[in-house]
């Protein structure tokens, strides 16, 4: 099994910045594709950026791209999610997951391991 926790989260005025960490236990975190995912108010849940194990390759959604970075550390078994130029519409609960299929997938339900979620606020 591997326990996936976030922290990081909080309010924040639009154009600032925040950086949300996910602490990966119970088998390494190196073996794992891991992902971030995000759930507005009233919406589905979806999909941020992914990594691959070793931290090389990176994919992100079009609303994020070039204001996130995702990276990871594996010595310390932990994810992060540099989160820039916010903006109101980034308000949501923040998750990170993890899987082991071999690919950079978007789709929430490709992912086995989910973390409790971490509340993002962008205020205007």
């Known amino acids: 099994q591997v326990q996936l926790v976030e922290s990081g989260g909080g309010l924040v005025q639009a154009g600032g910045s925040l950086r949300l960490s996910c602490a990966v236990s119970?088998?390494?975190?190196?073996?794992?594709?891991m992902g971030w995912f995000r759930q507005p108010p009233g919406k589905e849940r979806e999909y941020v950026a992914a990594i691959t194990p070793t931290g090389g390759i990176t994919a992100y959604a079009d609303s994020v791209k070039g204001r996130f970075t995702i990276s990871r550390d594996n010595a310390k078994n932990t994810v992060y999610l540099q989160m820039n130029s916010l903006k109101p519409e980034d308000t949501a609960v923040y998750y990170c997951?993890?899987?082991?299929?071999?690919?950079?997938?978007?789709?929430?339900?490709?992912?086995?391991?989910w973390g409790q979620g971490t509340q993002v606020t962008v205020s205007s």
């Open positions: 997951a993890a899987q082991s299929r071999g690919y950079l997938y978007s789709n929430p339900s490709s992912y086995d391991y």
């Open positions: 119970g088998r390494p975190g190196s073996r794992y594709f």
